[in-house]
């Protein structure tokens, strides 16, 4: 079955220094992966996606992430946290076995402490 | 302003009393979906639709409706809710291209269930 890991329920980090966010996927075929950020009280933005290509994508508001395929990761990064980055991040496959679904991950809460 | 409008935004109800749970989008979109948001849990596809009057199932579509008869519509039904449908419903759009969807999805503001 396909499914998308986020091995992290919170992570912690001080203000300034680089971050990382988790994610492994188990997926048959290539995948489509993307970043989705959750702020409290409001829907999901999309931060990233990476569909093919070059394995390091830039995104939104100074993040990237990292497609490494031998390791079914799709890490997403920021050299230098902000407090403003706080919040519910969330990874996503779009199945590609022939179907359109999507599997997110449960989350992880990003903490940017000052 | 492009936007995936949800109505209502909160919603208490009892079991067994049906339902609706609108969503618009203004973009031209041909896919949308609904998810739900629970704690612990993520988000769950529930079901999608790749264009008019086209729909398919997501990983928990159980208690659930949807009908897609215009493209910028996509309401969720529920004929008979229960407790267990307590949740935290999103709606999103994308547009598709050559057929397909790899394209982000753009959200709407969620709509808070919760079924007494």
């Known amino acids: 079955a396909q499914s998308v890991a986020q091995p992290e329920d919170q992570v912690n980090v001080a203000e300034g220094n680089p971050l990382t966010v988790k994610c492994t996927y188990s997926?048959?075929?290539?995948?489509?992966l993307f970043w989705y950020v959750q702020y409290p009280n409001r829907g999901l933005q999309f931060l990233l996606k990476y569909i093919t290509g070059d394995n390091l994508v830039k995104g939104s508001y100074g993040f990237e992430a990292e497609f490494n395929k031998s390791q079914t990761s799709f890490h997403l990064k920021k050299p230098s946290a902000l407090v403003s980055d706080s919040a519910l991040y969330f990874c996503?496959?779009?199945?590609?076995?022939?179907?359109?679904?999507?599997?997110f991950g449960t989350g992880t809460r990003l903490k940017v402490l000052a | 302003e492009a936007q995936v409008t949800q109505n209502p935004r909160y919603l208490i109800t009892v079991t067994g009393k049906k339902l609706t749970v609108t969503c618009s989008q203004n973009m031209n979109h041909e896919y949308m979906s609904w998810y739900r948001q629970d704690p612990g849990l993520g988000l769950r596809q529930i079901y999608y639709s790749m264009n008019v009057e086209v729909t398919d199932k997501g990983d928990v579509p159980e208690g659930y409706k949807v009908s897609r008869k215009e493209k910028r519509n996509f309401p969720l039904i529920l004929e008979s809710p229960s407790p267990n449908q307590t949740s935290l419903y999103f709606c999103?759009?994308?547009?598709?291209?050559?057929?397909?969807?790899?394209?982000?999805?753009?959200f709407g503001p969620g709509t808070r269930l919760t079924v007494l």
């Open positions: 996503a496959v779009r199945d590609p076995s022939g179907t359109y679904k999507y599997i």
């Open positions: 997926v048959s075929g290539n995948p489509y």
């Open positions: 999103a759009s994308s547009p598709t291209l050559r057929g397909d969807t790899y394209n982000e999805q753009f």
